[in-house]
């Protein structure tokens, strides 16, 4: 039996779900191979809108841009996160760090979504 969602070729579930924050979080699939190319650690910030059932419908990169083929992996892995359901749509800021031997996902609500669409307007 496998535990990847339907849909989600390129990632794998990682079976921690922190029990105060009721996050899955997903890590991206990145061979052993691709991670030996790594120096030092690579960092990658992903912007998720998620619905009122706690689903990733949008994700986003931040800046700065990293090598597509790490930035590909990581949206396939943020969009198949799970976050605790709510009335409104929700904002997280996903924070992955890739390395040769492991890679850690951290995520961060953002309380005031207006302030964020006020930067990004700004920023344009």
């Given at each position: 039996m496998?535990?990847?969602?339907?849909?989600?070729?390129?990632?794998?579930?990682e079976k921690r779900v922190a029990s105060q924050d009721a996050i899955t979080r997903v890590l991206p699939e990145i061979p052993q191979a691709a991670r030996n190319t790594l120096v030092g650690r690579v960092r990658i910030n992903v912007r998720v809108r998620v619905d009122g059932a706690g689903g990733v419908n949008q994700a986003t990169l931040e800046p700065p841009p990293a090598s597509k083929y790490f930035t590909d992996r990581v949206l396939v892995a943020a969009k198949a996160g799970k976050f605790p359901a709510g009335n409104a749509?929700?904002?997280?800021?996903?924070q992955f760090e890739l390395g040769r031997e492991r890679t850690r996902v951290s995520p961060v609500k953002i309380e005031n979504?207006?302030?964020l669409i006020d930067t990004r307007s700004e920023t344009r």
């Amino acid at each position: 039996m496998s535990l990847r969602p339907a849909g989600v070729a390129n990632a794998s579930i990682e079976k921690r779900v922190a029990s105060q924050d009721a996050i899955t979080r997903v890590l991206p699939e990145i061979p052993q191979a691709a991670r030996n190319t790594l120096v030092g650690r690579v960092r990658i910030n992903v912007r998720v809108r998620v619905d009122g059932a706690g689903g990733v419908n949008q994700a986003t990169l931040e800046p700065p841009p990293a090598s597509k083929y790490f930035t590909d992996r990581v949206l396939v892995a943020a969009k198949a996160g799970k976050f605790p359901a709510g009335n409104a749509p929700q904002y997280w800021l996903l924070q992955f760090e890739l390395g040769r031997e492991r890679t850690r996902v951290s995520p961060v609500k953002i309380e005031n979504a207006r302030e964020l669409i006020d930067t990004r307007s700004e920023t344009r």
